[in-house]
């Protein structure tokens, strides 16, 4: 795994991820980037839910439906497509979010880690996920093929060909799915690995946006 060059204040430990050849070869912008932050998950603290509100209060019906138009959005809908997911029944996940948002009037706070990637996948349309930085190689994260009936967790196997991240132990996550349930984050967590995405059409910065901006949330004044 390669390390980027921080941002400008260089507060950004952004490490590009493998992307294994025939994928590489099939999908050539596809790019996997993630950070290591000091921090775990818990209570979101006011200021948190506030900006949830806020962000609530700007966000509405119209909004919605002229979103999968931006570019970002638009972006990680066509991949979905290129990758054989139907983006009006398998959300990109920031469409997902939109929807859950109108469903239930609003952004509701969950834990600090959740509101911190909805905050980030709200503003940047770039999604981020979180991992456990101690159940996780964090530096040999690689998009892949899943093999035949590859484990995924105790009572569930991935068909062969699905695209995962994964590290040498196994898949830790369905690409733009579910994160395996042992590589997860729990309340005991200490350290999270964010990782991104990056698929053609979407620049390189929004993704290093997004990253800071979870990482922010997960580590104010550090």
Not at 65 to 70: A, D, E, I, S, T
Not at 85 to 101: I, N
Not at 156 to 179: N, S
Not at 185 to 208: C, D, M, N, W, Y
Request: hydrophobic share 45%; net charge negative; aromatic share 6%.
């Amino acid at each position: 795994m390669s390390v980027v060059e921080p941002g400008e204040d260089g507060e950004l430990d952004l490490r590009r991820g493998e992307v294994a050849p025939g994928v590489a070869e099939e999908f050539p912008e596809l790019r996997l980037f993630s950070i290591v932050v000091e921090a775990g998950s818990g209570k979101s603290p006011p200021e948190i839910k506030a900006r949830l509100r806020d962000m609530s209060d700007a966000f509405r019906g119209p909004q919605a439906v002229l979103m999968r138009q931006q570019p970002i959005p638009w972006a990680y809908r066509v991949f979905f497509r290129h990758i054989g997911l139907d983006p009006d029944d398998d959300r990109t996940p920031v469409e997902a979010l939109a929807l859950e948002r109108l469903i239930k009037g609003g952004f509701k706070s969950k834990n600090l880690l959740d509101d911190a990637l909805t905050i980030a996948v709200m503003e940047t349309g770039v999604p981020v996920w979180g991992l456990d930085a101690e159940r996780v190689s964090a530096d040999a994260l690689v998009i892949r093929e899943a093999a035949d009936y590859e484990p995924f967790a105790p009572t569930e196997w991935l068909p062969g060909g699905r695209l995962v991240v994964a590290d040498p132990a196994g898949p830790v996550a369905v690409l733009f799915g579910d994160i395996a349930p042992e590589r997860q984050v729990t309340k005991a967590t200490a350290r999270t690995v964010l990782f991104s995405v990056q698929v053609a059409g979407v620049p390189s910065i929004h993704v290093e946006e997004a990253l800071w901006l979870a990482q922010e949330i997960l580590t104010p004044g550090d």
